[in-house]
Nanobody, 120 residues
Framework: QVQLVESGGGLVQAGGSLSLSCAASGRTFSNSVMGWFRRAPGKEREFVARISRSGGSTFYAASVKGRFTISRDNVKNMVYLQMNNLKPEDTAVYYC?????????????WGQGTQVTVSS
């Protein structure tokens, strides 16, 4: 089992930056692919970014590519999301997720979410 706790959300003006952190419990953190998702009010959860187990590979949603950076520290059991040039449409609750399957990409564990609000 993996427990995930996000932090770093808040209010920021458009064009500004914000850093999110996700602290993971469990000794198998390095064996999990990590992802960030978000859910805007009245909308379904959408994929934002993911990072491979070693941190050597990343993938981003087109809407955030070039603006957001996902990273991880397997020693500290942490995953991060650096968000730059924020836009009002980035406003959402952001969730950290972990996928443990070695067969398919499936996110088994989720954090509680942290609110990010971007004002115009």
């Amino acid at each position: 089992q993996v427990q995930l706790v996000e932090s770093g959300g808040g209010l920021v003006q458009a064009g500004g930056s914000l850093s999110l952190s996700c602290a993971a419990s469990g000794r198998t953190f390095s064996n999990s692919v990590m992802g960030w998702f978000r859910r805007a009010p009245g909308k379904e959860r959408e994929f934002v970014a993911r990072i491979s187990r070693s941190g050597g590979s990343t993938f981003y949603a087109a809407s955030v590519k070039g603006r957001f950076t996902i990273s991880r520290d397997n020693v500290k059991n942490m995953v991060y999301l650096q968000m730059n040039n924020l836009k009002p449409e980035d406003t959402a609750v952001y969730y950290c997720a972990a996928g443990t399957s070695l067969i398919e990409l499936r996110y088994d564990y989720w954090g509680q979410g942290t609110q990010v609000t971007v004002s115009s």
